[in-house]
């Protein structure tokens, strides 16, 4: 068995496709039509991890709530500080400055997609 995707509803999905390929470099490798919604996945690139985006045709005017119970996504990246670079670059900015874990050597910050979910960047 392998897990094959997560997947979250997204209000505007132009918003959440430029936020996801171009600042976490995935790529839109299938869309598929449905009688009500459109699903777009996205996987990084040598295609192990995907994300399936999906958009509604009836989407709330104030979008979704993740509820209590989702926690975030995490991505790892070799530089934090490069990825910053890139983030502010984009005009996105962080909900948690990149800060050492105590005790182990990984830098890590949080930051929030269009929709509100929370990604976690990992270095370490």
Excluded: W
């Excluded at 502010?88 to 990984?106: N, Q």
């Amino acid at each position: 068995m392998k897990f094959l995707h997560a997947m979250i509803r997204v209000k505007d999905i132009k918003k959440s496709l430029d936020f996801y390929t171009k600042l976490f470099d995935l790529n839109l490798v299938n869309e598929m039509k449905l009688e009500d919604c459109t699903l777009y996945f996205l996987a990084d690139k040598d295609g192990q991890t995907q994300i399936e985006l999906t958009a509604n045709d009836e989407t709330p005017d104030e979008g979704y709530n993740a509820g209590n119970g989702f926690g975030h996504f995490a991505f790892g990246v070799d530089s934090i500080d490069n990825f910053t670079e890139k983030m502010h670059a984009l005009g996105y900015a962080y909900l948690y400055e990149p800060y050492k874990l105590d005790g182990y050597d990984l830098k890590i910050a949080f930051l929030k997609d269009p929709d509100g979910y929370e990604i976690e960047v990992i270095q370490g």
